[in-house]
Every structure is written in C-alpha cells, then in structure tokens.
C-alpha cells in the first residue's frame, strides 16, 4: 500500500510541475468613465425607451425596453429575448460590467431558466440557449438557474463559461456540463439588493468575478488562461423561460477597455482572422461535479481515486503473489541439491 501511495503523491507532483502555481485573481478595474467605450455600453437613461428601436443596440422577442431595465423576459412560460449591441468590438483587452437582476414568484428549483452574456460573431439570431443562438462563434457566460440534470450535485444558480468555434452543441439536459471550461455557484437571485458581474479578458486570461452579496467588493468565480477571443465581434445579453419563468433584467452593461502591453509578434497578427479557442490541459469533459459547486480535475477526485489506489493495491497483492511463488520453486530447487 505505501508503494501505491508513493505513486499517487509522485503522479501529484508531477502534475503541479507541468500546471505550475494557479494564478492569482485579476484584479478588475474600478470603472474610471476614462476608459468607457460608450458605442458598446448600455446605460440609464436609456434613448428609446417605450419604443421598437435604440441607437446602437437591437432587441427582440419579449424585450421591454422600461426607463429603469431592459427586460428580457417576464416572469411568463415559453419566453425568449435578447438584446445585441449594433458596433462589433476590436478591442484586444476589454472589460465588461453588467447590472443585472434575476426575480420572480416560483420557489426553490421552481424557477428558470436563466440569462446568457454573449461576445460572438453571430447576433440577433434566436435559439435554444437562453433564447440565442446554439453552435456560436465566440464566447458565452450562463447564469443558470435551473438543475435540468437531477443527477447533479452542483448548487444552483450556477455561473459557467463556454468557448465555441461553431462545432459544439450546448446541452441543457446537462446544464452545459461537457462543454464547460469552469463555473461556480452565485446566490444571485430574488436579491433586495444590486447585483453584478465582471467579466474580463486579456492577454489570452479570461476572468470572471461577482458582486452579488451586497459587500461592493469583487468575488473571485472564473479565471482561465489560453483563451483566444478575434476582435470584430458583438456583445449581447439574452434569456429564456420554459415551463418554470422568471423575469430577467438588464439594468446596465458598461465596456471599459484596458490598456495593456502587448509583445511586438502581436502587431503582425490580424486578430479578425482569429478562431475561438481554449488551450487546456485536459477536456472540459473531465470535469466533475464538488457539492461546493466548484469545479475539480476529474482524474485525482471522487471514484477514479477509489479505482486507482484498488488498482495499486491489486498490483502490490499480484507482485506478492508472483514473488512467493518464485521464492518457493527456488527453495525447492536449492534442496535437490542436498
């Protein structure tokens, strides 16, 4: 046994060396209006509010542009809406913060089904992803409210992230478990008080972060590096209601860009060109439920830790086995020599 756990903690070390230190959160801007991209941010007081049509952005579906939200649906079954800024983005490092409010009558788990926050080269375009588009192109953050997979052990409301090239299908009965790159639980709705989300990339990092516990500080939910995003495509917001509802507002969504340094190989890139990507070390079908609804690295959790100490301690009763077999023949051939 202790020759099997030496395997586990060498196999541990391993592993550390190749994935290095896990990198701290990044640290989101405080908003400074100098850095706010306005053509790509949704504000109060909203220009046509009360009407069919907004400078710069596009809504459709139950949209209901109010003077204090955008909603997006209301708490009624069967609803889809969207909203889609008109100006692709070529910004190469960006910031986006939403303000936004999920509520309704239903109870626990008698709720759904949740809002989606797009960057992709499609939109305007309705689907069976919280009332967008499935097979995009670009990325996406679910905030789900509603366990489709009653086999889950995840906490709901649960926020995810998805990259996709167009060749991935988002699967709800799983509630986007294979294609996920990393989530994390968010106590978000039926909220008295203001709620948020962040999400940020650059420089291949993308990071996303809440504000949803009425402490006005960020909280740490998604950071992954080797995400590949091409500028030129659009943001957007969209929701869904099936047979549970909820309303699902937009209060605001501002864009700040960031200015960073980039290495000069950058310059001669045309990041138009770019397709959606993500580098992992393993497939986002490894990953596995952990009731803290955070997201673990299947092969060193849960029962493949269970398969593989039994499958140490069968190696370590068969090399007993065979080594006192072979001891014994040689005991017996050593006494016809007498």
């Known amino acids: 046994m202790a020759a099997g756990a030496g395997g586990l903690l060498a196999a541990a070390a391993l592993l550390l060396a190749v994935t290095g230190p896990r990198p701290a959160p990044a640290e989101l801007t405080d908003g400074n209006s100098e850095h706010l991209k306005r ?7 909203y220009q046509g509010a009360g009407s069919a049509a907004m400078p710069l952005w596009d809504f459709q579906g139950s949209t209901m542009v109010t003077s204090q939200y955008v909603r997006l649906t209301p708490d ?3 609803r889809e809406g969207s909203i889609w800024n008109r100006v692709p983005c070529f910004l190469k490092d960006w910031e986006l ?13 008698l709720h759904g089904d949740g809002l989606a926050l797009w960057y992709t080269q499609e939109r305007l375009v309705p689907g069976p992803v919280f009332g967008s588009k499935d097979n995009f192109h670009g990325l996406a953050i679910f905030l789900d409210t509603y366990p489709n997979d009653e086999a889950t052990e995840r906490v709901f409301p649960y926020i995810s992230a998805m990259v996709n090239n167009g060749s991935l299908t988002y699967d709800h009965s799983k509630d986007g478990r294979w294609t996920e790159l990393a989530g994390c639980t968010a106590d978000l709705r039926n909220q008295n008080h203001d709620t948020f989300l962040a999400i940020r990339y650059s420089r291949g990092r993308l990071t996303v972060m809440t504000d949803v516990e009425d ?5 740490n939910c998604i950071d992954i590096a080797g995400v590949q995003l091409p500028t030129g495509y659009f943001f957007g917001a969209s929701a869904g209601t099936g047979d549970l509802s909820d309303n699902h507002d937009i209060i605001s969504m501002k864009l ?3 200015m960073v340094e980039h290495p000069l190989e950058d310059d001669t890139v045309d990041w138009t060109k770019i397709e959606p990507s993500v580098s992992l070390l393993k497939s986002p079908k490894d990953n596995v439920d952990d009731p803290t609804g955070n997201f673990r690295s299947g092969p060193l959790t849960g029962w493949k ?3 593989l ?9 068969v090399c007993a086995v065979v080594g006192a077999v072979v001891f014994q023949k040689r005991q017996e051939r050593n006494k016809r020599f007498y």
Do not use: Y
Request: aromatic share 10%; net charge positive; glycine share 6%.
């Open 39 to 45: 053509e790509h941010s949704l504000m109060k007081p």
């Open 76 to 78: 009624e079954r069967s």
């Open 97 to 109: 913060h939403v303000h936004f409010r999920i509520h309704g009558a239903g109870k626990k788990n």
């Open 215 to 219: 402490k006005n500080e960020w909280k």
């Open 256 to 258: 700040f860009q960031l």
């Open 305 to 307: 830790v269970f398969l």
């Open 309 to 317: 100490l039994l499958c140490a301690l069968l190696g370590i009763i």
